[in-house]
């Protein structure tokens, strides 16, 4: 048992999406966050944050990201670099990478070029023992059988800050011409919430760090969204939705909070910053279900759920829409479950059951998935090695990794 822990000490699971990194080695009980970006802060000019130092930052006001990912795939390689350089270095995860195992997610239908890049720089760069490049999908539904083995299909909802991708799996293996992608992921309504508040109240369109705080803290999923925006429009009695956010100041208050419905009067009690929260709280994460809403002519997710199932054969489809597992930063809205059940039973089959599970902890979940996938019997035939690499370079990497 000793050296069996002591095998599995040495796979890294690095699941690198757009906006967080999620890492960690497998022993691991829970991966570190961190954002997967270089930041500047208008306070302290000469030194960039990266990942996560920007807690370090003395005031995050005006903050100004730079990304390695542009819509939704890998462009900035200096970036990136400069970010994993930092998470595998003696600060953080201390890695040494020539007798690690390293599991690397990447996202769905990623280019060619990306793929050859990402296995050059971890083979020659890093010179890690061995590499398994994968999506992160995949890690999720390997979990996701792996507590319900007699499930054979799984459809997968991941949401993500670039896009939510629907992605139904038969067997464990995916169907890719029933992959679908909904171009609306967590970025979309941080910047809408941005310019709503800018256009009606306050402007905060530099306020990207903050403005993400706010979604997080008070945004909700709504299960009637007609019902919820004549609440809204009501007087200050009847409308239970309305709430104050306090903006940090950065000196006494470093991270913005809600006030509780009694005390969301409009005024402030001692001088903070304030902005009033009504529709915005759900009509931002409808964008998920309505991108028409802002000009993105797209189906929205239940549509694209139900779409998605019947481009399956037929006879899986009773066993896909039994087995909707909902991942990824957006699921963590409250009530986003309950409207995806809604909506999916009211357009699904009548003779058919529908079942949506979220998974506990939706941004982790995919690295519970790395950790798991890395303790099973055929983990090893899943890896390229550095031998098989420096032999047969690229190809090999094109014949075992299904992206």
């Known amino acids: 048992m000793v050296k069996e822990a002591a095998g599995m000490a040495n796979v890294f699971i690095l699941d690198n999406g757009a906006y967080t990194i999620k890492a960690g080695f497998s022993n691991q009980n829970e991966p570190r966050i961190m954002p997967n970006a270089i930041m500047k802060a208008k306070s302290e000019r000469r030194r960039p944050f990266i990942a996560d130092q920007i807690e370090d930052c003395r005031d995050a006001s005006g903050l100004f990201y730079i990304l390695p990912f542009q819509k939704g795939y890998l462009v900035n390689w200096d970036i990136q670099k400069t970010v994993w350089d930092y998470v595998f270095g003696k600060d953080v995860f201390n890695v040494n990478h020539s007798n690690t195992t390293m599991i690397v997610t990447e996202p769905y ?74 171009d609306v992921g967590g970025k979309v309504l941080t910047n809408h919430l941005k310019e709503l508040i800018s256009y009606r109240q306050l402007n905060v369109m530099d306020e990207t760090y903050v403005i993400n705080q706010v979604k997080e803290d008070v945004c909700f999923v709504s299960l009637d969204y007609n019902t919820d925006m004549r609440t ?54 409808e964008l998920l279900f309505h991108p028409s809403d802002v000009g993105i002519q797209e189906m929205g997710i239940t549509e694209a759920i139900v779409h998605s199932i019947n481009k399956c054969p037929e006879e899986t489809r009773p066993h896909l829409y039994r087995n909707i597992l909902l991942t990824g930063g957006n699921c ?22 529908v079942n949506v599970t979220l998974a506990k902890n939706p941004s982790t979940y995919c690295w519970r998935g790395g950790a798991a996938i890395s303790r099973s019997a055929h983990f090893p035939e899943m890896l390229v090695t550095k031998k098989e690499w420096e032999e047969d370079g690229f190809n090999i990497c094109q014949e075992r990794f299904s992206v």
């Open 232 to 285: 809204a429009r009501d007087g200050k009695q009847a409308n239970h939705i309305l709430r104050d956010y306090v903006l940090p100041d950065f000196t006494t208050i470093k991270r913005g909070y809600v006030r509780p419905l009694e005390e969301s009067t409009g005024k402030s009690t001692s001088g903070e910053q304030l902005i009033r929260l009504n529709n915005e709280r759900f009509a931002i994460p």
């Open 332 to 353: 963590n809205f409250p009530m986003f479950k309950d409207r995806v059940f809604k909506d999916v039973q009211s357009m699904a089959p009548d003779e058919f059951d």
């Open 109 to 182: 239908l990623n280019f060619t070029s990306t793929q050859e890049a990402l296995s050059e720089i971890f083979f020659e760069e890093y010179e890690v023992d061995a590499l398994l490049r994968i999506n992160a999908g995949d890690l999720s539904v390997h979990k996701y059988h792996r507590d319900r083995p007699r499930e054979l299909c799984c459809l997968l909802v991941e949401s993500g800050f670039s896009f939510t991708h629907i992605v139904p799996y038969i067997q464990g293996k995916k169907q890719k011409d029933a992959i679908l992608r909904v």
